[in-house]
């Protein structure tokens, strides 16, 4: 049984197709990988799958909560937005509560825990991004690379079926990325299934169980990491490729 | 005609009591009008069909309208449509020009206050940026949840200054009523020019009293938003 499936996914903003039929899955413990050039969709529909977005048409099944959003509740879409939680491309930490508020409030609010329940489990989860320094002191008081450390323990405490990660590292200076890629490698240790869109290439190869290419709002290419990167069979996976790959040997 | 500093000092002492008095009204007026104006905001940003564009008009009218003309139109009317309320709640009958025009006022304000503050809450709320509400649904708090425990907070150490702002204003706002006969500070210093003849030191010993009241209300702000800040809410 999958734990993550989609279906025929479907959005537009306006008159203009954003996702054109969308399918994939992922197994428990899975790291997929989403690839694709800029403006095709990747992002809108990480958002689908939490619903920030609400889909024009597909279904989506994460856990044991399944949605089609052709016809479907307030409440069936809250369930859904409850089985995953996202680490955001620019934290979007908390600002009026401190590290370890951030970290206890999915526990708190989410799981419905009382605060001294949730404490220590948010200090473990601090403790494993090397963050447990920081518990009292408020995100703008962090650079960008802690933040997303934070953002990635608030993701994982309430130990959700899936995590969703926008470009994680895309908006931090060069010098603090591999402290965030160390944190995702150590949630992905952890067995949790999780979704990144990423333009790392190198970190994909090495994290992924599975690639998936997308362009123009449609999975183009999708397999394990030796395939895509290695042997891709589609053109526009080719071209893709080797334009990142120029990019990365420049910079 | 000299300037005569007994007269102010015991100018001064007349006006005193009317400090309390105003302090309390400004902060009930302004305070009420908050509330009511959070709600308007609420409403507003909510971009209801029929609500919307009727609260909008009714803002841009309460702004654009001196305070003075208000609170003319205010007292013709007002008490003609209280005094049916007011007669049934006190099970007799109570005539027009029986309603107190401290009520008048008091209703006056706070809607004039409510309509500059649903613009300020307004303002402040859509400052908090979108992705703060979608964290917070994304790690499964609700939309209740989500405003009451990151927006709203967020929002208000942005508005927290101004809202500060506005209680001076609402204080010195308050001198408009003694044309209807209310007694604030000004309406005090207005009595005793009457009561000993001269315009001078009363109307000096007001302006200190404002003046001085300024300080001391300022003074007491920092120290609160200092102690906010301390705790992180003002970042
Ligand atoms: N809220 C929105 N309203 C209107 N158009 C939108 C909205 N969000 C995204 N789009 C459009 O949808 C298209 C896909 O955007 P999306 O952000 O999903 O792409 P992406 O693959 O994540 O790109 P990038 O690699 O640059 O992050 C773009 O053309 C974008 O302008
Ligand atoms: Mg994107």
Same mark, same amino acid.
């Given at each position: 049984m999958a734990i993550l499936s989609v279906e025929e996914l479907e959005k537009s903003f306006g008159d203009r197709q954003?996702?054109?039929g969308i399918s994939f899955r992922a197994e428990e413990g899975d790291?997929?990988?989403?690839?694709?050039?800029?403006?095709?969709?990747?992002t809108t529909m990480l958002?689908?799958?939490?619903?920030?977005?609400?889909?024009?048409?597909?279904?989506?099944a994460i856990g044991s909560v399944s949605v089609d959003f052709r016809h479907a509740s307030k409440k069936e879409v809250r369930a859904l937005r409850r089985q995953s939680t996202m680490v955001f491309q620019n934290f979007n930490l908390f600002r009026n509560h401190t590290v370890l508020e951030n970290v206890m409030d999915g526990l708190v609010y989410g799981k419905g825990m009382t605060r001294a329940e949730a404490e220590p489990l948010a200090m473990e989860e601090l403790a494993r991004v090397h963050m447990e320094q920081a518990a009292h002191l408020y995100p703008?008081?962090?650079?960008?690379? *802690?933040?997303?450390?934070?953002?990635?323990?608030?993701?994982l405490a309430p130990r959700p079926e899936v995590i969703l990660l926008d470009e994680p590292t895309s908006a931090l200076d060069p010098e603090l990325v591999g402290e965030v890629l160390d944190a995702i490698r150590k949630a992905a240790s952890l067995?949790?299934? *999780?979704?990144?869109?990423?333009?790392? *290439?190198?970190?994909?190869?090495?994290?992924?169980?599975?690639?998936?290419? *997308?362009?123009?709002?449609?999975v183009v290419e999708e397999g394990p990491p030796q395939q895509i990167f290695h042997h891709p069979e589609q053109e526009k996976t080719r071209q893709f490729l080797r334009r990142m790959l120029e990019r990365e040997q420049e910079g | 005609m000299t300037f005569d500093i007994h007269v102010m000092a015991s100018a001064f002492l007349y006006i005193l009591p009317a400090v309390p008095r105003t302090v309390l009204l400004a902060a009930f007026v302004l305070g009420a009008g908050i509330v009511l104006g959070a709600g308007i905001a609420v409403l507003r940003i909510g971009r209801h069909r029929i609500l919307n564009p009727v609260l909008a008009v009714w803002v841009s009218f309460t702004r654009a309208v001196p305070a003075i003309v208000q609170i003319f139109i205010a007292y013709y009317t007002v008490p003609f449509l209280l005094a049916p309320?007011?007669?049934a709640a006190a099970g007799a009958e109570v005539k027009p020009f029986d309603v107190s025009p401290y009520w008048t006022g008091c209703l006056l304000f706070i809607l004039y206050h409510a309509a500059y503050q649903s613009e300020n809450i307004r303002g402040a709320l859509l400052s908090v940026p979108k992705g703060q509400y979608e964290a917070a649904m994304s790690i499964g708090m609700t939309p209740g949840q989500a405003r009451l425990h990151i927006v709203f907070p967020q929002a208000l150490s942005v508005v927290l200054p101004t809202f500060f702002t506005y209680y001076l204003h609402a204080l010195k706002a308050l001198a408009l009523l003694f044309t209807i006969r209310v007694v604030d500070i000004f309406s005090a210093a207005d009595?005793?020019?009457?009561?000993?003849s001269r315009r001078t030191e009363p109307y000096a010993a007001d302006a200190l009293v404002y003046w001085m009241l300024c300080l001391i209300l300022t003074a007491g702000y920092h120290r609160l938003e200092a102690s906010l800040t301390r705790r992180g809410r003002a970042g």
């Amino acid at each position: 049984m999958a734990i993550l499936s989609v279906e025929e996914l479907e959005k537009s903003f306006g008159d203009r197709q954003v996702l054109r039929g969308i399918s994939f899955r992922a197994e428990e413990g899975d790291v997929v990988s989403v690839l694709g050039p800029s403006g095709t969709g990747k992002t809108t529909m990480l958002r689908c799958l939490n619903a920030l977005e609400r889909p024009d048409a597909g279904r989506v099944a994460i856990g044991s909560v399944s949605v089609d959003f052709r016809h479907a509740s307030k409440k069936e879409v809250r369930a859904l937005r409850r089985q995953s939680t996202m680490v955001f491309q620019n934290f979007n930490l908390f600002r009026n509560h401190t590290v370890l508020e951030n970290v206890m409030d999915g526990l708190v609010y989410g799981k419905g825990m009382t605060r001294a329940e949730a404490e220590p489990l948010a200090m473990e989860e601090l403790a494993r991004v090397h963050m447990e320094q920081a518990a009292h002191l408020y995100p703008a008081e962090l650079s960008g690379g *802690m933040q997303q450390r934070v953002g990635i323990a608030r993701a994982l405490a309430p130990r959700p079926e899936v995590i969703l990660l926008d470009e994680p590292t895309s908006a931090l200076d060069p010098e603090l990325v591999g402290e965030v890629l160390d944190a995702i490698r150590k949630a992905a240790s952890l067995g949790i299934t *999780m979704i990144i869109v990423t333009h790392e *290439m190198r970190f994909a190869e090495q994290i992924s169980t599975k690639v998936l290419f *997308m362009a123009e709002g449609r999975v183009v290419e999708e397999g394990p990491p030796q395939q895509i990167f290695h042997h891709p069979e589609q053109e526009k996976t080719r071209q893709f490729l080797r334009r990142m790959l120029e990019r990365e040997q420049e910079g | 005609m000299t300037f005569d500093i007994h007269v102010m000092a015991s100018a001064f002492l007349y006006i005193l009591p009317a400090v309390p008095r105003t302090v309390l009204l400004a902060a009930f007026v302004l305070g009420a009008g908050i509330v009511l104006g959070a709600g308007i905001a609420v409403l507003r940003i909510g971009r209801h069909r029929i609500l919307n564009p009727v609260l909008a008009v009714w803002v841009s009218f309460t702004r654009a309208v001196p305070a003075i003309v208000q609170i003319f139109i205010a007292y013709y009317t007002v008490p003609f449509l209280l005094a049916p309320v007011l007669s049934a709640a006190a099970g007799a009958e109570v005539k027009p020009f029986d309603v107190s025009p401290y009520w008048t006022g008091c209703l006056l304000f706070i809607l004039y206050h409510a309509a500059y503050q649903s613009e300020n809450i307004r303002g402040a709320l859509l400052s908090v940026p979108k992705g703060q509400y979608e964290a917070a649904m994304s790690i499964g708090m609700t939309p209740g949840q989500a405003r009451l425990h990151i927006v709203f907070p967020q929002a208000l150490s942005v508005v927290l200054p101004t809202f500060f702002t506005y209680y001076l204003h609402a204080l010195k706002a308050l001198a408009l009523l003694f044309t209807i006969r209310v007694v604030d500070i000004f309406s005090a210093a207005d009595i005793y020019a009457a009561l000993v003849s001269r315009r001078t030191e009363p109307y000096a010993a007001d302006a200190l009293v404002y003046w001085m009241l300024c300080l001391i209300l300022t003074a007491g702000y920092h120290r609160l938003e200092a102690s906010l800040t301390r705790r992180g809410r003002a970042g």
